[in-house]
Every structure is written in C-alpha cells, then in structure tokens.
C-alpha cells in the first residue's frame, strides 16, 4: 500500500520559498508589533517601566478593567449556556433566525455599540431624563462601561457552546432525566462537565475582548481619570500626551494578557482535540449520525 | 423518541430571548427609533455629505485592500500551515490569532511606532519615498494586522480536509502541481476563501481602535467613518452620528447575512463533496 507519493508534493524550492514568504509576512505583521511593544515599554529602562505601572491612574485603569471583566464574563457565561442549551437540545420555529442575531454584535462596529447605550441612557437619550431625575448615572460611569462590554462579547460563549453540544448529543442528558435527575442536577452533574472545555474556551475568547475593548468602551467612557478609566484607554491617554513610555508600559500588561490567552487557548484546543478523537474512537463509525429523529 | 424528555427549554430560551433583547435588540432598536426623528430627506443629506462619503470610500476602500492582502497572504499562510513542516510551526500556528487577543489600541499604537518616520519600519520607508503612518496606508496596515486570523482560520480545516486521492488523480492524469493547485484545490477551497474574506471585510469595516493611532484622520483624506461617528458624537451631533451609524449597521447586517448564507452553502457543498464541475 505504501506507493510513493510523490507526485502531490511539490518541489522542495517552492516549499521552501512558499514557508519563507508566509513565514516572513508573519514576521513582519505579528511578531513584530509584539516584540515592539515590550521593547518601547523597557526603552527608558526598567525603574521608569515599574513606576509608569505604579502610577495610581494606571493602577486603577487596571483595576477597572478586571472589575469589567469580573461583571461581564458571568452574565455572558449563563447566557451563553442558557442559549446553547435551548439551541442544541430542542427545535423550534425561528431558531437560525435566533443564531444569526446572537452573531449580531460580532458584526456591528465597537463604535456604534457605544452609541446605542448613549442613545438609551446619555443626557439627550430615550431615559436620559428619567436617569437624571433620578440621579443615576449609566453613561460616563461605570455601569456603561459594563453594558458596552456585554454587548460586545455577547456571542463568544454562546458561538462556542452551540456546536459543541449539537455535536455531543443529549443522550447522556435524557438518560440522567429518565434515571431521575432533576434539571439541575443534570445540569451540574452531566451537562456542564461535558461542555467544561469548551465553555473555558469561550471565557478565555471574551475575557481577551472585555479587557481588551477599546472603541465601544470609549464612547461610553467619558474618560475621566481614576474614575472611567480601563487600561485600553489609560493607553490611549498616555499615547496622545506624548508619554511614550507609559502608554507602553500600560500596553505592555495588555499585551502580556494577550500572551496568555493565547498560550491558554492552544492548551485548551489540545484538550479539546483530545476529548473529541476519544469520543469518536467510542463511537461506532456511523454512530454520531445516529440521532434520535422525533 | 418522539417526545424530548429534557427539560428547561421554556426557561433557557426565555431567558436567551430576554438577555438578547435587553442587551443587543434593544439598544440597537434605540438607533433605529433615534434615526426616525429625522426625514428621509434630512438622513439622506448626512449619510451622503461630502465628509460622510469621503469616510466610506476611506473605509471601504482600506478594509477592502487589506481583506484582499489577507486573501492572498492567508491562503499562503493556511497552505504553508496545513501542508509543511518547519521548526517552530505550533508556534506560529498560535500566533496567528495574535490579532484576535492583542487589544486593538494596543496594535494601533505599536503599528504606528513601527510605520512612524523614526521607527522601525518607518525608518527604512521613507527614505524610498513610502510614508505610511498617518497617511491611508496606515490605515491598510492596522487593518490587514485586525483581520489577519479569518481567512487562515477558515481555510485551515478545509485545506486539511481535502482528500489526496483527488490531487494523486490529477497528477497521474498528467496535471502538472500549478494546474492541480488552480483547476482542482482551488475550486475546493475557494468558497472558503471567500468565506474567511467577507469575515475580515466586515471586521476591518467597523474597526476604531487600531486604526485612529495610525491614520493621521485627516478630514476627506484618512478619516474612517467610525471616527467621523465619534467626531460627530463629541460635537453634541447625536442626530449625525446616529444617521451615519444606521448606514454603518445596514451594510454590517447584510455582510453578516452573506456569510451566513455562504457557511451554509459551504456546508451543503461539504455534503455533496465532489460534485463540482
């Protein structure tokens, strides 16, 4: 069986040529800019370095941004598994209309997710007056900031969860039920460690957007300093008053978030991989086709 | 089976109808019925003032170069990833959602360090003539590092699915390697191409962040249209910026729908795999 092959290689120059170009493309557009980072944040040395980051403003730029993150992830998580669930298990009228909406702030512009939440709740929106009758304060504070984020890693988790559990089938989960298990004790116990991986894949995915938004967040900020401040922003401060070294020293802590959700991505994807390839070998050849039809 | 036993389908869609309500339709209903305020007459002079057009032809113009470089480097970047080998290539491979992890202000003011006269890059450019940060290039850069993952990642499992038997058929044949490449893979691959560069059009159209550190935004010249929202926003011009919106959230939603459409033609096509010409 083992005939030569060599017919569909192509020549060892071109593979070589073809490697070098992709290769130094890469360079140039990714490796680059990431080297240039941490080397512009070190340029005047590594006490300005630690001291651009001690800063109080940058301090509490940070702090803002987990605090963002530690809001927003949750709710998206729940939602997220709330829509797969639905989505994955149960058929309904109107459901690839519901996916393709649950796609939608993948598509629209960070900066008019910003906007919408000036329209609803700034001074001149639909509850600008009722909020300020009432003294609460959502655009230029905190609670915009939160709602930007929402809005713009709404599909992560649930994109991720969707076809991992179409894939997986409700076999396990409808053997809980008829063993009776009540719905959250298959939940805890059947559903959510089956989907763990990939439910941690989509929380790394928008954590990386949460802590990393900057258009959205922006136009809902009001950058005030100390107050609603996040880092993307900090940096964006920094930068356009000329302080080279601390715009890139506050980049540089993105960028080492950047570093790691991308290390924690590939581990993830490996599991995954894994998980999958012992899934198939347990099932017979057809056997993932083989879904109850109603 | 013809019941489903499970339960929870009234509370989990409930519950994904009301987050999705309050957290995008709403909002984005809230555009719309701002935009309503205004005549059709009054929507059709902003969305069609100079300054308005001259930041879609930016826009479009520089999102649709770069989703073509990513087009072309992408494939080259897929093919080289699926099919070689070279030291160091898990490495790569994961750097290649660098973009989709590395904040956008981030890219924007490193790109613009790079591209400036006195950076890294910049340095050898200019004497050549090339000025790229703060003129329209800039604005191709930032947007081609934004859009870089989509078209490697959608080709990456096609490319790996393609069987060889098709390409060891062609070769004994008598096809040389370039008309097994442009008369059999290609065909193959390309609604997946297509696929990954509508994904990176889309995406490098609504862009803000990276792009704003690089471009210069220069009225008529390298202004976006996302920063002329903004610019209009800062100037009290809810009304403007909300009309410009609408049209940026138009053209968003029929790009979204392409794709879908063509997902879903891609994945009918998968199952009749073959079949083609």
Partial sequence: ?294 | MARNVLPGFRLGLGYTLLYLSLIVLLPLAALVFKSAELSAAQFWDIATGERALASLRVTFGSALIAALINAAFGLLTAWVLVRYTFPGKRFVDALVDLPFALPTAVAGITLATLYAGNGWIGRHLEPLGFKVAFTPVGIVVALTFISLPFVVRTLQPVIEDIEPEIEEAAAVLGASRWQTFRLVLLPAILPALITGFTLAFSRAIGEYGSVIFIAGNMPFISEITPLLIVAKLEQYDIVGATALAVVMLVISFALLLAVNALQWRMANRHSAAGARR
């Avoid at chain 1, 890693?153 to 991992?164: C, G, H, Q, W």
């Avoid at chain 1, 107050?227 to 930068?239: A, D, G, Q």
């Fill in chain 1, 1 to 294: 069986m083992s005939s030569p092959r060599p017919s569909i290689a192509e020549p060892r120059w071109v593979r070589f040529t073809l490697t070098a170009v992709a290769l130094v493309f890469l360079g140039f557009f990714l490796a680059l800019p990431l080297v240039a980072v941490f080397v512009e944040a070190l340029a005047a040395g590594i006490p300005a370095y630690l001291d651009a980051l001690a800063d109080p403003e940058a301090r509490s730029a940070i702090w803002l941004t987990v605090l963002v993150a530690l809001i927003a992830l949750p709710l998206n998580v729940a939602f997220g598994v709330a829509a797969a669930w639905a989505i994955a298990r149960f058929e309904f009228r109107g459901k690839s209309a519901l996916i393709t909406l649950i796609d939608l702030p993948f598509a629209v512009s960070p900066v008019v997710a910003g906007l919408v939440f000036v329209l609803l709740f700034g001074s001149q929106g639909l509850f600008g007056a009722w909020l300020s009758a009432h003294d609460i304060r959502i655009i230029f504070a905190v609670p915009g900031i939160v709602l930007a984020t929402l809005f713009v890693t709404f599909p992560f988790v649930a994109r991720e969860l969707i076809p991992l559990m179409q894939a997986q089938g409700r076999e396990e989960e409808e053997a809980a039920v008829s063993l009776g298990a009540s719905g959250w004790q298959m939940l805890w116990r059947v559903t959510l460690p089956n989907i763990k991986w990939g439910l941690l894949y989509g929380v790394i995915l928008a954590n990386a957007r949460a802590m990393g938004e900057f258009g959205a967040v922006s136009v809902v900020s009001g950058h005030i300093r100390g107050e609603t401040n996040t880092l993307p922003l900090h940096v964006e401060i920094l930068y356009n008053e000329y302080n080279q070294v601390g715009a890139f020293a506050a980049a540089s802590v993105l960028a080492l978030l950047a570093l790691v959700t991308l290390i924690a991505k590939t581990i993830v994807e490996w599991r995954m991989r894994r998980e999958t390839a012992m899934l198939e070998a347990s099932l017979s050849p057809e056997g993932g086709a083989a879904s109850p039809a109603a």
